[in-house]
């Protein structure tokens, strides 16, 4: 894409997870519980494999730019491997300030703690890029009957 259609649009206006996204009757959304961290509690030493379900919320404004535009979202893992980008079609028309609001909800599968990164393309260049950092949380078990308590003087 030429460097000239860049400086005109369309432009970044919001790229977040969120918990959930309340749309008024005025069409004004509210995005809930932005989120960039998930804790992940688990009963053995090691996290097994887990489903996180945010919604992506991206915002894009068409400056000067009209037309169809792919956007892409490629999830990358803690270990830097790429995972197959999502493909959204956009389109932009009406005055400068018009644009549009992608709203998804992800099922996305972490297999490890660590910062995971959600980069959003659009024309084949990233415009940004969304961190989603997991910890996991191993929980000690407790037998039936005791207290939980391990470890030195219990």
């Known amino acids: ?8 649009g369309p432009y970044l206006a919001i790229a977040v997870l969120c918990e959930r996204v309340l749309e008024e009757k005025d069409g004004v959304l509210s995005l809930i519980r932005i989120v960039e961290r998930f804790n992940i509690a688990g009963p053995s030493a090691s996290m097994q494999p887990t489903v996180v379900s945010p919604m992506l919320v991206i915002g894009l404004k068409a400056g000067m730019f009209r037309g169809q535009a792919m956007l892409e979202v490629q999830p990358v893992l803690p270990s830097g491997e790429s995972r197959p980008a999502v493909r959204l079609p956009v389109h932009f028309e009406g005055d400068d300030d018009r644009g549009v609001v992608v709203m998804v909800r992800l099922q996305f599968l972490v297999t490890e703690p660590g910062l995971y990164w959600f980069e959003v393309k659009l024309f084949e260049g990233l415009l940004t890029r969304i961190p989603m ?5 191993p929980q000690p078990s407790i037998a039936p009957g005791g207290t939980g308590a391990s470890g030195p003087g219990s």
């Not at 894409?1 to 005109?8: A, G, I, T, V, Y």
């Open 1 to 8: 894409m030429p460097e000239q259609m860049r400086l005109d």
């Open 133 to 137: 950092r997991v910890v996991y949380l």
